[in-house]
């Protein structure tokens, strides 16, 4: 008797046969709960009547109510409101407001990736002290602003360009592996 270990992935059989079964398994998984839904909506429709009613009435009282303005009156009943007047199609989650803003953030991650890691790296001196001592507890070899904007400039001046480098730090504390 081969005792086989069946909680590793080496277990699972990786033929194409098991593939299919298991594609098989959740096409007719995913139908029958279709089904139920159609099964669960079609139960609540025909549990829910409309009831009008004028044809519950008897004939002679049906004609006047019938003349009342409403849903069974002859003549259309207007409005003076704007109620029901047809809207523009705007988007009402927002996004289209926000289409612009959207825009500027792409371009600026774009833009951000495509200056030289030694620039995106930077920290920038966040107080007096930091400036005068570098190299000081928290500072983490910081940049001013100005040095900062004076190298990017500088880069693209000598002829740099966009190019993407998504390299990690070498010395970062975050790196994976």
Known sequence: MVLRDTHSFKAVPRSGLFVVAILLFWNCTAIAFVQQQQRQQQRFLST???INRVHFLPSWQSESVSRLPGRNAKTPTTTTTRLFEKKKQVVA???QRGAYLLGVVLLACLWIFSVPPEFRRAYLCGTERCVQDRQAYLCNDCVTPE?????IVEYYR???GVHFDFSVDPNSKLKVF
Do not use: H, L
Not at 147 to 151: A, F, L, M, Q, V
């Open 48 to 50: 829910t009547t409309s």
């Open 93 to 95: 989650d927002g996004t």
């Open 147 to 151: 040095e900062w904007k004076r190298g």
């Open 158 to 160: 000598n002829g740099g």
